[in-house]
């Protein structure tokens, strides 16, 4: 059996378990893996580095100068060739991160009837309101032909039902 670490179109990660990569490669080509957040069928892997331990006959060394840091986590990092962010980015991926923060704090979670809600709210059924939420892809594209009024978050969001 081999596990990948995979991510959908709306970047939701999690885990398959495959009979080879042979097995992924033919389930991804006919559409059997779908993201169990959203249904998206658009999967790819997630970068991933594997933590291969020393083997038991081994003295650990410290490694060399310029061997890359070894991140002892379950969860894979984001990385980048670039060296740094330049402080203008950075300040702005915090502004826009902190906007986010507070327009979630005034909008109301509506979950997977995103896409009913939204309609609702629309076609002036239902009081005028910030919503957030989960849809499709396809769901999403449907509402947008329709002129309504929607934007992807540009963080993760993690649901309230999911917290600790």
Not at 21 to 44: E, F, N, R, W
Not at 64 to 79: G, K, T, Y
Not at 84 to 103: F, G, I, N, S, T
Request: negative net charge; contains cysteine.
């Amino acid at each position: 059996m081999i596990s990948y670490d995979l991510l959908c179109a709306r970047q939701h990660r999690f885990e398959g378990w495959f009979g080879s990569s042979s097995d992924y490669d033919k389930q991804l080509a006919s559409g059997m893996i779908a993201c169990p957040i959203c249904d998206s069928v658009q999967i790819t892997k997630a970068l991933t580095a594997p933590n291969v331990g020393a083997k038991g006959n081994q003295k650990s060394e410290a490694p060399a100068a310029h061997a890359p840091a070894v991140i002892d986590s379950e969860e894979p990092a984001s990385v980048s060739n670039m060296a740094e962010m330049p402080p203008a980015m950075v300040k702005a991926v915090e502004q826009l991160a902190d906007m986010q923060k507070k327009m979630l704090e005034k909008s109301d979670w509506v979950g997977r009837n995103f896409a009913d809600e939204a309609r609702a709210i629309h076609y002036g059924e239902t009081a005028d309101r910030l919503i957030h939420g989960e849809t499709s892809q396809e769901e999403a594209e449907e509402l947008a032909e329709e002129g309504v009024s929607i934007a992807p978050l540009l963080f993760p969001h993690v649901p309230p039902e999911a917290k600790n």
